[in-house]
């Protein structure tokens, strides 16, 4: 089982970035699946859940309305449309999957991270 996380860098206040993630060894329809971040001096937190079928039940409140979880089952890769985004918003970016379909059961794969970088 492999997460591989890219899309990440810099982007000015505002701008868009669109993360990626691409599952190998399983396929997402088996397993729910976040994003996580964690900016630098703080602790992780929980940016968006999916379940296995697909549906997105968790935003952050720093995020909701701004980004967006979504997967392409073809190439078994999971995404993250990040659009307005703000200089609070940087932080490494990881993606991990969760022990069984439906998120809240623990996560027991992590992707490597990628870096957003929100500055000006």
């Known amino acids: 089982v492999q997460l591989q996380a890219s899309g990440g860098g810099l982007v000015q206040p505002g701008g868009s970035l669109r993360l990626s993630c691409a599952a190998s060894?399983?396929?997402?329809?088996?397993?729910?699946i976040g994003w996580f971040r964690q900016a630098p001096g703080k602790e992780r937190e929980g940016v968006s859940c999916m379940t296995s079928s697909g549906i997105v039940l968790y935003y952050a409140d720093t995020v909701k309305g701004r980004f967006t979880a979504s997967r392409d089952n073809a190439k078994n890769t999971l995404y993250l449309q990040m659009n307005s985004l703000k200089p609070e918003d940087t932080a490494v970016y990881y993606c991990?999957?969760?022990?069984?379909?439906?998120?809240?059961?623990?996560?027991?794969?992590w992707g490597q991270g990628t870096l957003v970088t929100v500055s000006s």
């Open positions: 991990a999957r969760d022990r069984l379909h439906v998120p809240g059961t623990g996560n027991d794969y």
């Open positions: 060894g399983f396929t997402l329809d088996r397993y729910a």
